[in-house]
Nanobody, 129 residues
């Protein structure tokens, strides 16, 4: 059974940085896509970025491009979301998600949340202005 556990959220001032972690377990992830999503109060869940485990390709939402970076550590089965230059509008619960790459037909950047089968519990990020 695939399990995803996020950590690293917290309160940070605008302009600051945080690094979120997503520890994955339950199987090998060589053929998986890992995604990060966020949901602010009263808003729909939105795509933040994704990474392919096998090729290390990354994709980002325009709102976070050049500020956020996704990378992975194979030895630890962990994916990271490094967030720099944080803004008040980045405040949200952040989720990591995963699924086998074969489920993403028609979604070349792995942005569609409904294609992800496995989700973590989320971690709160609050940016004070």
């Amino acid at each position: 059974q695939v399990q995803l556990v996020e950590s690293g959220g917290g309160l940070v001032q605008a302009g600051g940085s945080l690094r979120l972690s997503c520890a994955a377990s339950g199987r090998t992830f060589n053929s998986f896509v890992m995604g990060w999503f966020r949901q602010a109060p009263g808003k729909e869940r939105e795509f933040v970025g994704s990474i392919t485990w096998s090729t290390d390709s990354t994709y980002y939402a325009d709102s976070v491009k050049d500020r956020f970076t996704i990378n992975r550590d194979n030895a630890k089965n962990t994916v990271y979301l490094r967030m720099n230059s944080l803004r008040a509008e980045d405040t949200a619960v952040y989720f990591c998600a995963a699924n086998h790459f074969s489920y993403y037909t028609g979604d070349p950047y792995y942005q569609q949340s409904e294609k992800y089968a496995y989700w973590g519990q989320g971690t709160q990020v609050t940016v004070s202005s």
